[in-house]
């Protein structure tokens, strides 16, 4: 109900007021959900860059232990043989329990 201190065509305006509103909420919301869909694709860009190095760090440093057990066998290889004995024999007790 308009009260009389309210001129006419006032309702009208603030009708076209709440829509406008009510349009830049909308937009706003859009926003925010391509912002949060931009940041969603930034980390996982940088996921999968952290995950390849991690993969690359992880293979230099198992060919870096893969020479230094090729190097200890060419230098030692009675011992080699006792150590895969040996975990032959712990392998074996384990698994026949």
Do not use: C, F, N
């Amino acid at each position: 109900m308009a009260s009389k201190s309210q001129k006419p065509g006032t309702e009208e305006s603030e009708a076209a007021g709440r829509e406008e509103i009510e349009a830049q909420i909308a937009r706003v919301r859009e926003e925010l959900a391509a912002l949060g869909a931009a940041i969603r694709d930034y980390g996982s860009d940088r996921l999968r860059g952290a995950e390849m190095q991690a993969v690359e760090d992880l293979q230099r440093q198992l060919a870096t232990l893969e020479a230094g057990v090729r190097r200890k066998m060419h230098d030692q290889p009675l011992q080699m043989l006792g150590l895969a004995a040996l975990a032959g024999l712990v392998l074996g007790l384990v698994l026949r329990r």
